[in-house]
Nanobody, 115 residues
Framework: QVQLVESGGGSVQPGGSLRLSCAAS????????MGWYRQAPGKERQLVAD???????NYADSVKGRFTISTDNAKNTAYLQMNKMEVDDTAVYYC?????????WGQGTQVTVSS
């Protein structure tokens, strides 16, 4: 069992930045995949970025060059740095980890981009 606690959401103007954090209750070295997803009102949950055990990162086309996923293994924490934010980035952001054949989700944190 892995508990995930997200933080860092909030409101920002277009062009601004936010950093989301995801604190895991388990050592990150045992995690196969760690990622961030988002779900906008009326839309399906979509991958934003993920980080695989070998270090490979994947990003949605809409966030490439603007968002960066990273981890701090000493703190068992993953981050999503979001720069040059756009109105379409507004969503609830969820942290996700895969350990073996199990997938765990955080509770979500709201991100709103508006002028």
């Amino acid at each position: 069992q892995v508990q995930l606690v997200e933080s860092g959401g909030g409101s920002v103007q277009p062009g601004g930045s936010l950093r989301l954090s995801c604190a895991a209750s388990k050592n990150l070295f045992s995690i196969n995949v760690m990622g961030w997803y988002r779900q906008a009102p009326g839309k399906e949950r979509q991958l934003v970025a993920d980080l695989l055990i070998g270090g490979t990162t994947n990003y949605a086309d809409s966030v490439k060059g603007r968002f960066t996923i990273s981890t701090d293994n000493a703190k068992n924490t993953a981050y999503l740095q979001m720069n040059k934010m756009e109105v379409d980035d507004t969503a609830v952001y969820y942290c996700m980890v895969t350990v073996g054949r199990f997938t765990y989700w955080g509770q979500g944190t709201q991100v709103t981009v508006s002028s």
